[in-house]
């Protein structure tokens, strides 16, 4: 059965420097995309980033990256320079099968401390 | 502006009243979902619909209907809302995964 995993409950990151955040999956589909979400505390749900499975390069966007493991089958974002603002929960979501079927981790809540 | 449109944004109602929460996207999006959010759970998928007429159960099913008579709109049901399904409701859409998924402002249900 399709899974994605995130093991960090809660992670704190100083003001300027960069953080990852951890994400496994578990799927037997050969194609497949991975996400990757940010709510902040008004709980809107916002697309940062996304890697699809055939993909040949990790996925980056601005601040955000995805270093895309295939064969670990992980998919960890690293906010790079992190920011008051990425205070959020962030939630990384796998595409499984037929499009429109998304799975969703348990989420971190990242804190950046001033 | 691009969006999906959920409705309403709070709601209160009783156990056993019958209540649809509307979702309308106006990106001519094909795919479409419903989630539901609880704390510690992180999002979990009620339904989702990849066309017209075309719907399939997601992870938590149970207690909810869905209808995809246009493609515009993906109403959520509850026939018999139980205190259970007391939750913050998300709907989403898509034209294709690579573009990421845009998501309503959420639904924040509390059936009594």
């Known amino acids: 059965a399709q899974k994605i995993t995130q093991t960090q409950p809660g992670m704190f990151v100083q003001e300027k420097e960069a953080v990852t955040l951890d994400c496994t999956y578990d799927?037997?589909?050969?194609?497949?995309?991975l996400f990757w979400y940010k709510q902040p505390s008004s709980g809107e749900m916002i697309f940062l980033i996304y890697?699809?499975?055939?993909?040949?390069q990790n996925a980056t966007e601005g601040r955000y990256s995805l270093n895309f493991q295939k064969a670990r089958k992980s998919a960890n974002l690293v906010i790079s320079a992190s920011q008051l603002g990425d205070s959020a929960m962030y939630f990384c979501?796998?595409?499984?099968?037929?499009?429109?079927?998304?799975?969703f981790g348990k989420g971190t809540k990242l804190s950046v401390k001033p | 502006e691009a969006q999906v449109t959920q409705n309403p944004r709070y709601l209160i109602t009783v156990t056993g009243k019958k209540l649809t929460v509307t979702c309308s996207q106006n990106?001519?999006?094909?795919?479409m979902s419903w989630y539901r959010q609880d704390p510690g759970l992180g999002l979990r998928q009620i339904y989702y619909?990849?066309?017209?007429?075309?719907?399939d159960k997601g992870d938590v099913p149970e207690g909810y209907k869905v209808s995809r008579k246009e493609k515009r709109n993906f109403p959520l049901i509850l026939e018999s809302p139980s205190p259970n399904q007391t939750s913050l409701y998300f709907c989403?859409?898509?034209?294709?995964?690579?573009?990421?998924?845009?998501f309503g402002s959420g639904t924040r249900l509390t059936v009594v």
């Open positions: 989403a859409s898509s034209f294709r995964g690579t573009y990421g998924y845009t």
């Open positions: 979501a796998l595409e499984r099968g037929s499009q429109g079927n998304l799975i």
């Open positions: 799927t037997s589909d050969p194609s497949y995309g």
């Open positions: 990106m001519n999006h094909e795919y």
């Open positions: 619909s990849m066309n017209v007429e075309v719907t």
């Open positions: 890697q699809g499975s055939y993909d040949q």
